[in-house]
């Protein structure tokens, strides 16, 4: 394969921001007390790519025993956003990232496809000093698969020389989808005929192999 093009997911691969966004559900589910906190944690951990209208939507239903209303969501979204943030701000990157941004900028295009917020997943970027990197930043809506889509689309590119690296099966899911090459970050991956490694130092050496 050529390498024409790059797809990063945000959260776990630029930047070590996946459990901040842990912390910020389990404090939510808290205030409904110590079970509904680690229940919403749980469903949270084991839904990576749901987004989080859906998980309230759940958590609500499932376990308070009620439909969510409007202004409530409005508040658990709001709450969500304040809490995340704030430690998102002081996350660092994935270790070999900064290497890799480095090393491809104006080789090969660069792109962010996230299911965090469109806005917000930009303000994150730009105040960690990254957006310079990338040609584009896609956040939800839509899906991970329809962002994958609208990139190729609108590159031109060939999906079959496209890398999308991912640290969840959402974004293998979205890769496979569209008939991408995908890199996992995480042990996740171990079992799966795709390359990964725990981190992304390993990562330049792959890309240098495949771009040939």
Same mark, same amino acid.
């Given at each position: 394969?050529?390498?024409?093009? /790059?797809? =990063?997911?945000?959260?776990?691969?630029?930047?070590?921001?996946?459990?901040?966004?842990?912390?910020?559900?389990?404090?939510?589910?808290?205030?409904? *007390?110590?079970?509904?906190?680690?229940? $919403?944690?749980?469903?949270? /951990? +084991?839904? *990576?790519?749901?987004?989080?209208?859906?998980? =309230?939507?759940?958590?609500?239903?499932?376990?308070?025993?009620?439909?969510?209303?409007?202004?409530?969501?409005?508040?658990?979204?709001?709450?969500?956003?304040?809490?995340? $943030?704030?430690?998102?701000?002081?996350?660092?990157?994935?270790?070999?990232?900064?290497?890799?941004?480095?090393?491809?900028?104006?080789?090969?295009?660069?792109?962010?496809? %996230?299911? !965090?917020?469109?806005?917000?997943?930009?303000?994150?970027?730009?105040?960690?000093? $990254?957006?310079?990197?990338? @040609?584009?930043?896609?956040? !939800?809506?839509?899906?991970?698969?329809? /962002? /994958?889509?609208?990139?190729?689309?609108? @590159? *031109?590119?060939?999906? %079959?020389?496209?890398?999308?690296?991912?640290?969840?099966?959402?974004?293998?899911?979205?890769?496979?989808?569209?008939? +991408?090459? =995908?890199?996992?970050? *995480?042990?996740?991956?171990?079992?799966?005929?795709?390359?990964?490694?725990?981190?992304? @130092?390993?990562?330049?050496?792959? $890309?240098?192999?495949?771009?040939?």
């Amino acid at each position: 394969m050529a390498l024409a093009l /790059l797809i =990063f997911d945000c959260d776990g691969v630029l930047l070590e921001s996946v459990d901040c966004k842990s912390r910020a559900f389990e404090r939510i589910g808290r205030d409904y *007390g110590l079970d509904a906190g680690e229940a $919403l944690l749980q469903y949270h /951990l +084991a839904h *990576g790519g749901v987004n989080r209208v859906e998980k =309230f939507d759940w958590f609500f239903r499932e376990v308070l025993g009620r439909e969510i209303t409007p202004a409530e969501m409005d508040d658990l979204k709001q709450k969500f956003v304040d809490y995340a $943030l704030e430690e998102i701000r002081a996350s660092a990157p994935v270790p070999g990232v900064l290497d890799v941004l480095e090393r491809w900028k104006g080789r090969v295009p660069m792109y962010v496809a %996230s299911g !965090a917020p469109h806005d917000e997943l930009n303000e994150i970027l730009k105040q960690k000093g $990254l957006a310079s990197y990338f @040609t584009g930043i896609y956040g !939800a809506p839509p899906g991970k698969t329809e /962002l /994958l889509r609208n990139i190729l689309r609108e @590159t *031109g590119l060939p999906a %079959s020389d496209t890398l999308m690296i991912g640290d969840s099966n959402t974004d293998l899911y979205a890769a496979e989808a569209v008939n +991408a090459r =995908f890199y996992g970050r *995480g042990e996740g991956f171990k079992h799966s005929p795709w390359p990964w490694h725990h981190d992304l @130092t390993k990562l330049n050496d792959f $890309l240098e192999e495949i771009a040939g």
